[in-house]
């Protein structure tokens, strides 16, 4: 089957061919409803509008839809990777070794952060000429030229500020009284979640203090290079005042360690949670 941005079939056109217009949202149940009644009554025209339609539409945005094809597999192919998780040069540089399980984390995030800076970013000026001024976005950022290199944080966020306030209102089909009015939608919750593992990723992660600075430990190793002539050696004799603070420093040190552990795995499942919502 053809996909399109907008199917001839949806136009007030096939409305006039079939006869009765198309529904512009429904419940299953009241789609299924329409097209029984549609095509009972007017099977030709039925028949033409939705099938007739699409067909000649396919036909005649073959050649179209085939440059738009190309283009996507060479965008998903070589720019946005999308056959590959992968982390950015500051966190693994190209070349260096990283063991699978120290991989997951700075891959994992680096592909939130695609998806904030990225994705939604797209989303929030996918359709509005206003918001493509205002973020100064050029012209393949959106658009059937679009080439998914155009990065803007802030409109990212931005986005997820406007979804996060979405509420069960009269536009879901709710009216005050009802039970769930007025309460967050789902995509705001997940608008939500999405937001505080992105600025954990960014703001928080990235300045948690060096364990091994935080903890004394480095200052300790200094201490005791000096005190053995500026050499540092871990078999030589320690004095009470050096063994007092290695000790006090190595149990900082790993109690540093483990709570930078239990955070980074926590933030992951999280992350792994809400994954399903993320998606444009």
């Known amino acids: 089957m053809a996909h399109h941005s907008q199917y001839w079939s949806c136009s007030p056109f096939a409305d006039w061919v079939r006869g009765t217009p198309k529904l512009k949202a429904a419940t299953s149940e009241e789609w299924d409803e329409w097209r029984d009644e549609a095509e009972r009554y007017h099977p030709v025209s039925y028949w033409l509008a939705e099938e007739g339609l699409d067909s000649l539409q396919a036909f005649v945005t073959w050649p179209v839809r085939k440059i738009h094809d190309a283009k996507y597999y060479i965008n998903n192919r070589f720019v946005t990777r999308t056959h590959s998780l992968t982390a950015h040069p500051r966190d693994i540089r190209p070349g260096d070794w990283c063991d699978v ?15 904030v800076e990225i994705e939604q970013a797209w989303s929030h000026i996918a359709w509005d000429e206003e918001a493509r001024k205002k973020y100064q976005a050029p012209f393949w950022a959106a658009g059937w030229f679009r080439w998914r290199t155009w990065r803007c944080p802030q409109a990212g966020l931005d986005h997820l500020n406007w979804a996060s306030e979405l509420r069960m209102t009269e536009d879901w089909g709710l009216h005050s009284g009802d039970k769930g009015y007025g309460e967050l939608t789902g995509q705001a919750k ?7 593992l992105y600025l954990w990723w960014t703001t928080v992660y990235p300045n948690r203090r060096d364990p091994y600075e935080a903890s004394g430990w480095t200052a300790y190793c200094e201490a005791a290079r000096l005190a053995n002539g500026g ?3 871990f078999g030589a004799e320690k004095s009470p005042e050096l063994k007092k603070q290695s000790d006090r420093a190595h149990k900082l040190l790993r109690k540093l360690e483990v709570d930078y552990e239990k955070e980074d795995e ?7 949670k809400i994954r399903n919502s993320l998606w444009t």
């Not at 399980?101 to 700075?106: A, K």
């Not at 997940?190 to 505080?196: D, H, L, T, V």
């Open 266 to 272: 926590a933030m992951l499942i999280r992350l792994i």
């Open 231 to 233: 050499k540092l050696s």
């Open 101 to 115: 399980g120290n991989r997951f984390l700075p891959c994992l995030f680096n592909e939130l952060v695609d998806f």
């Open 190 to 196: 997940n608008a939500r979640e999405i937001k505080e």
